[in-house]
C-alpha cells in the first residue's frame, strides 16, 4: 500500500513555511490503518520489545494497537501536566516552539523498549522521550527503537538519533519538503 498516496499534506501549519504531514488521512482509512499497525508491529516484534511507548497524541493511536497485539504494557508520554501522578520530565525544542515531554515514575518501563511516534522531523521529541527512559529507567540506548509512520530527512532528526545511540525506523520518507 502506497501510504503517501493517502497521507494529505497542509501547507502552512501550524505556522507559515510549514508542509504538516496529517496522519488522519490513514486513520480514517480503516485498510490504510490497519496496514500501519501492521508494518509497525512488524518493527516491534523484530526488536523483540518488552515495552512500548507512545508519545502524546499521534503515538497513541499507533503505539496502543501495537502495544495489544503483543500483549505489551503501553506508557503514555505527554505533554506538562496531563498526568496525575508524580512525573519524569525532559524539556526540549521542537522546528517550531518549545515544550517538554513526561512519563509518570511509576511507569513499568523495562527490557527491550519501542516508543511510537506519528513523524520524525528535527528528532527532538522523539529524541527526549528516548532520554527520558534511558536516564530514568536505565534502559541501555541500544535497547531503545523509535518507530515513527514519516521521516524528515532534510531536517535531519534521524540522523541525530542514530548519531545519540538509539535504533530509529520509519515507514516513509519526505525528501526536500
Known amino acids: 500500500m502506497d501510504l503517501k498516496s493517502i497521507i494529505r499534506t497542509v501547507p502552512d501549519y501550524p505556522i507559515p513555511g510549514v508542509q504538516f504531514r ?16 501492521t508494518r509497525l508491529s512488524v518493527a516491534t516484534a523484530r ?9 502524546e497524541s499521534r503515538g497513541f493511536v499507533f ?3 501495537v ?4 500483549d505489551l504494557p503501553f506508557i503514555l508520554a505527554r505533554k506538562p501536566s ?23 515514575k511509576i511507569s513499568p518501563i523495562e527490557g527491550k523498549v519501542v516508543i511510537v511516534d506519528d513523524l520524525i522531523a528535527t528528532g527532538g521529541t522523539a529524541m527526549a522521550c528516548a532520554d527520558l527512559v534511558h ?6 540506548k541500544e535497547d531503545i527503537l523509535i518507530v515513527a509512520i514519516i521521516d524528515l530527512p532534510d531536517l535531519g532528526g534521524s540522523a541525530i538519533i542514530r548519531d545519540a545511540g538509539y535504533n530509529v525506523e520509519y515507514l516513509l520518507e519526505y525528501e526536500g519538503e
Not at 496525575?84 to 515531554?101: M, V
Request: glycine fraction near 4%; aromatic fraction near 12%; charge should be negative.
Open 22 to 37: 496529517d496522519i488522519t488521512s490513514i486513520t480514517d482509512n480503516a485498510e490504510a490503518f490497519n496496514h500501519t499497525v
Open 47 to 55: 526488536f523483540d520489545a518488552d515495552t512500548v511507548v507512545g508519545i
Open 63 to 65: 503505539g496502543a494497537p
Open 67 to 70: 502495544a495489544t497485539k503483543f
Open 82 to 104: 496531563k498526568l496525575p501522578n508524580e512525573t519524569f520530565s525532559k524539556a526540549f525544542k521542537l522546528e517550531y516552539g518549545e515544550t517538554e515531554i513526561h512519563i509518570q
Open 135 to 140: 536516564e530514568n529507567w536505565n534502559i541501555p
